[in-house]
């Protein structure tokens, strides 16, 4: 059965998903992800979106992170101090999601800019939430598109701090979350070891070699590695006909 | 995986597997919503050595003292509001009647920065207070912190993080989330800095019900370990929208507490007299039934895009 | 005409609102005082009740400062965070009251203990929203019945700072607020010159030896002191027939 | 006497009297709620020098950097929200277009934190945040502060107090006092924490309806200096219960501005080429329409006792 990246992507964050989790959700593909694991595998995930909307239950895709469907329904809706103070803080939050222009070996990620920070090439976003995420949230998912540029060896900037500089770099700075746990590209799956992030399994078609040349630097890869799972027809049929109809994201 | 599942057991369910000896507990509500058919559950079931956290001790650690449920108060203001002192608080701190009892104390926003200190995970919470007072001399959580911007000396408190919150609302539904409206005091904070929350009701309604108005959930069911349903829960306290507050028990408070034995008797008539709140509710009768709120309806607001 | 010292006590209070000030209210007299300025001169005054109730309209006396009273027809209810954060310490109270077991010459309050706080001859209820009041509030104002046992020279404990040991005082331990303005009893009222409480006025009928009987030390006087005007018979109706029909605090 | 008396006036008039030249301004909403008719009057009437404040700049901070009425941006997520960059932002940034734009930078949090300690007055405000990344180094406003009673070291960041916030709620009355529901965003911090108050309202209501519900209040009148009538003055955001969120302009806005020129047209079309929002919505005419709310009503609660 044919599938895009992006619906790979989708499946093999929602895999990552226990039941009664609580998650941090960001707009777009980790979404849908986790809407995907409420109806499969997860009915009582919680989500919580930055914007204060609390176990959203969004009849129509939200197209951004505010969205009015988010709260329509939903069972609570909070101050973004109490998003930030009690529900992050409060170490609440088991799983956050996070993108970003650049990752580097050690799960730091770079929103902030290219370049120097006094004269950037590009001026990207910026944080938003993400820097205390990766700080606080219990684990941390990464979804991100992957090529040479994206994956540097070390980031122009740190925005959101993974392992930082490697084996108990968190630890050293006293973050309460553990950091980031899996990478997950349109190539592969990653995982971390002693802080360095470290190739898990090839999705089908990938190979070690298309993965290493899109990324800054020679990343290791476990003994035992592995093909991720391709998406289930229900899966797909989940995504495309009742998840994101128009398509926006997949 | 507090946030999942149905909830909903007995008061005597939740009080027996939460309520242990020894912990530290909040029963918290601003005058408004103070939770005695738990308070009287646990003198029931002999707890004992408990630290009762609250900023009004009120009515219901006073009878809990005299029960002899306490080791320690952690407090700010313990008097019988609009009534007088609290005989069974001060016999105890002044006579160490039945035993002696530890104090910790604060004002109000001590106690409320404490919670919100609690609620946050931060491990101290600054505030401008306690200036020129004696109170921060008297206890030692009570310190200063300098801000690394002005360099000025401000107080500092530390959180305080109960093993058990009980939460009286208005309704809530299986999982936990919970309505309040009318006077809302430091309950979610106390909810949020709680290892355990207790979520008691004076009605269960549908989730749909509280998904209707999500603005109004103060407490969310992913906080929450257990939901009671206990119409009447707060008496002689209130409910906003249910009954009013039994102003004349406050008032009678003082005579049955003035000595040890009218209280005790009032104990035992009251409260280990009756098995259940619904007991407690029938005997009161028709002075219960007086107290039953007019109605005065919010109007609708629209949640639809 | 025939009134009380409570009477009195509440007019006076009452005459030193100004319109559209915002005061902390208490129970009792200080609410009897504002509830009379709102109908006489002051109709916007702004009333907070520490319990989180904003611009309330009670339509019965309120016995608690919790009362349900307080909330219905209000016109914002907010949390007790919001109260001692945001309106107290955020600079917002005009006025608030205070009342105490024992007032000493620089206006320091004692709502703790009398004797020693470890071992006390009497627990008092404590501070309560008092020791932030006294520190917070641009001004305070003190009604208390007087006796040589409430106004000593020196307070047993200090729960609310007044002008602390006089002169200065306050400004050197960075107090926003600039403590109490006057000090209304059952037998005068007094203001604060340099720090020090001052008979400022006289009510009816009393003398200074009669004042300087009732307090714990030799009070100064001001050299134009005053007869504090009676209760109108406009005050004492609206006192009696409307405020407090059940004459529960007159 | 901020507290009494009533403020109603137009948008023109309330942006005239209370943002100035080279003012700290706040329009804050999250998503929800976003006051693009200040935004637009502030164009109109040709302000310069402000300092702007919000989490997100979004569109209507983009609009007023085009518009040359910025000097400084303090900001968390400079992005278009589900569509892409901010090319006005950028172009200040990157190439001093239309001049050079100063930014101070945080993450949510610490936006959020800085609020926080505004509205409250307090000199620092603590957070467990910005260890391991680069932007404590990039911006010296983010400092340590030592914990008094655990000796840890936590992130503090100063308070955020700026001149004016404007604030765009559902329903107030004519003094202020103002129901919000749906996303509430940081707006109850960022008024408290603002000199002055502009509240800008879909509708103005009887006082009457204001206090029966009281807990929908987030912002009260006492801190309010002007409220303005201005039915969707949120478009191209929105207005829980009144009207959708303009997802298509959000997505037309990439291609209007990222060249000068086109948004410049546009700024003279929809901005300059209008004398208020009344014109701009009838402008809109059936595109508005089409996003009118649905209904979808929240039952009412009880405040009678």
């Known amino acids: 059965m044919d599938y895009t990246a992006n619906e790979l992507m989708v499946c093999e964050a929602a895999r990552q998903l226990r039941d009664g989790e609580v998650v941090f959700v960001g707009i777009g593909l980790p979404n849908l992800a986790c809407n995907l694991a409420r109806r499969r595998h997860a009915p009582n995930l919680v989500l919580i979106y930055e914007s204060g909307a609390v ?34 803080q409060g170490g609440l939050i088991d799983v956050g999601f996070l993108g970003g222009a650049q990752i580097d070996r050690h799960g730091n990620i770079n929103t902030t800019v290219i370049g120097d920070y006094a004269s950037p090439s590009v001026r990207l976003p910026g944080s938003g939430g993400a820097c205390e995420i990766a700080i606080l949230a219990r684990k941390v998912v990464v979804i991100a598109p992957q090529s040479k540029r994206s994956f540097p060896a070390r980031v122009d900037f740190v925005t959101s701090p993974g392992h930082v500089e490697g084996p108990g770099g968190r630890a050293r700075l006293g973050m309460p979350g553990q950091g980031p746990v899996s990478v997950i590209t349109n190539l592969a799956c990653f995982g971390f070891r002693d802080g360095e992030m470290t190739l898990t399994s090839l999705h089908p078609g990938s190979s070690v070699e298309q993965v290493r040349a899109n990324m800054g630097w020679e990343v290791a890869v476990v003994t035992d590695l592995a093909e991720t799972a391709p998406p289930t027809p229900d899966e797909l049929r989940l995504i495309r006909d009742e998840l994101d109809p128009e398509h926006l994201y997949i | 995986m507090t946030g999942t599942g149905d909830k909903v057991m ?35 079931q002999g707890r004992r050595d408990l630290t009762l956290c609250r900023l009004t001790p009120d009515l219901v650690y006073d009878q809990m003292i005299a029960a002899g449920c306490a080791r320690k108060v952690v407090f700010s203001w313990a008097g019988n509001p609009g009534a007088g002192p609290l005989y069974a608080f001060r016999r105890a701190v002044e006579r160490g009647i039945p035993h002696p009892l530890e104090i910790e104390e604060y004002s109000h926003y001590g106690m409320v920065a404490r919670f919100a200190a609690g609620a946050a995970r931060l491990p101290f919470y600054p505030l401008r207070d306690y200036q020129g007072s004696d109170l921060a001399r008297v206890n030692p959580r009570i310190r200063d912190v300098t801000c690394p ?7 500092a408190v530390p959180p305080l993080n109960p093993d058990v919150a009980i939460i009286h609302v208005q309704r809530a539904d299986r999982l936990g989330n919970a309505h309040v ?29 509280i998904r209707a108005d999500p603005n109004r959930t ?52 009251w409260v280990h007299g009756v098995a259940s709140r619904a007991e407690y509710a029938e005997k009161l009768g028709d002075r219960l039934q007086a107290l039953r709120a007019r109605e005065h309806l919010s109007p609708p607001v629209n949640y639809g895009y």
């Open chain 2, 218 to 269: 103060l407490i969310p069911g992913l906080i929450v370990d257990a939901v009671v349903l206990e119409p009447f829960g707060c008496h002689p306290s209130y409910a906003q929208g249910y009954y009013d507050r039994d102003n004349g028990f406050y008032v009678q408070w003082r005579d049955i507490s003035t000595d040890t034995a009218s209280l005790d008797t009032w104990l035992q008539e």
């Open chain 2, 10 to 44: 007995s008061m005597a369910e939740a009080i027996g597997r939460f309520v242990t000896d020894g912990c530290t507990l909040v029963i918290e509500g601003f005058t408004h919503l103070i939770c005695f058919a738990a308070a009287h559950e646990i003198i029931r």
């Open chain 1, 55 to 88: 176990g959203a239950v969004p009849e129509r895709l939200p197209i951004s992170i505010g969205d009015p469907a988010l709260v329509t329904g939903c069972s609570s809706v909070c101050s973004m101090y109490d998003v930030f103070a009690h529900y992050l």
């Open chain 2, 149 to 155: 911007f002005t360099g000025e000396r401000l107080a």
């Open chain 2, 181 to 209: 409206w009318g006077l809302l005091g430091v309950q979610k904070e106390a909810a949020f800095a709680s290892d355990k929350v207790i979520i008691v009701a004076e009605e269960i309604v549908d989730e749909a019900a």
